[in-house]
């Protein structure tokens, strides 16, 4: 079964404004987004905006542009709009890829589409990969998951899960040896039912308390897939800082 693409991007981002514009390496982000998921085997690749100035970079640059309402509360719900209006069936796998993802590689986004292909009884796949330093482990920025012996989410939270109870009672705090933390990868696969589903859900106290929109799937019953990502994700793009950190990956890897 095929899978399509669709990128949820918007201007008027909290932190860092015309986000998905940003240039990285004489580019603008989204296009670097855009390119890889191009990249991954998908049969389309849509853009999703509500924002004329990115529609018009993207078409600049080739791609499919879907316009969607500006009352959207979140890139999910954009991306509803989009497989609604264009009729796709019920069981189509649609990969939700962050418009401020511009190093995430090609292969995860077919990794996590597979994921979910060979998980008939799952509603959504993700993915995680290990966490290595405390600092990371600590920090409310970076999304933890705790998974059952199947591979299924039990759990996300920014703060460190599971706690250790012996191993963080003092400080400073440091990595345990055991058990293996993972961080969240905001890159997910649904399928078209389940997703027109998903939107009209209201929003969890779990998921509110977090700020965390995939703790309304679990609050609802929803059995999350995930799986440790086969290649590194890359960092995303949330900050300032993280802009210059980009910048500097992508320099190194042209000149390499």
């Keep these: 079964m095929s899978f399509k693409v669709v990128i949820p991007a918007r ?92 190093l995430l590689p090609a292969k995860l986004i077919s990794q996590v589409a597979g994921l979910l292909r060979s998980e008939s009884k799952s509603e959504v796949a993700t993915l995680c990969e290990p966490i290595a330093t405390a600092r990371e482990l600590f920090d409310p920025a970076v999304v933890k998951v705790v998974l059952d012996a199947r591979g299924r989410a039990l759990y996300f939270s920014r703060a460190p899960i599971p706690w250790h109870r012996q191993g963080f009672s003092t400080e400073p705090r440091s990595m345990p040896s055991s058990p293996r933390y993972f961080r969240h990868i905001g890159i997910y696969a649904y399928r078209v039912a389940y997703l027109a589903e998903f939107v009209t859900r209201p929003v969890s106290p779990l998921e509110a308390a977090e700020s965390l929109e995939q703790l309304r799937a679990l ?38």
């Design 219 to 256: 609050h609802y019953g929803a059995i999350i897939a995930v799986a440790e990502a086969s290649v590194p994700s890359g960092p995303g793009v949330d900050t300032e800082d993280d802009v210059e950190r980009v910048r500097l990956a992508m320099g190194r890897a042209r000149e390499s």
């Design 11 to 102: 201007y008027a981002s909290e932190r860092l404004r015309a986000k998905p514009l940003l240039d990285i390496a004489g580019r603008p982000m989204l296009q670097w987004v855009y390119d890889n998921a191009c990249s991954s085997g998908a049969s389309e690749v849509i853009i999703a905006t509500d924002d004329d100035r990115i529609a018009a970079a993207a078409r600049a640059f080739g791609a499919d542009v879907h316009m969607t309402s500006r009352n959207h509360r979140s890139g999910t719900d954009r991306i509803a709009q989009v497989v609604q209006e264009r009729s796709d069936g019920p069981r189509q796998i649609v990969v939700n890829l962050q418009g401020d993802e511009p």
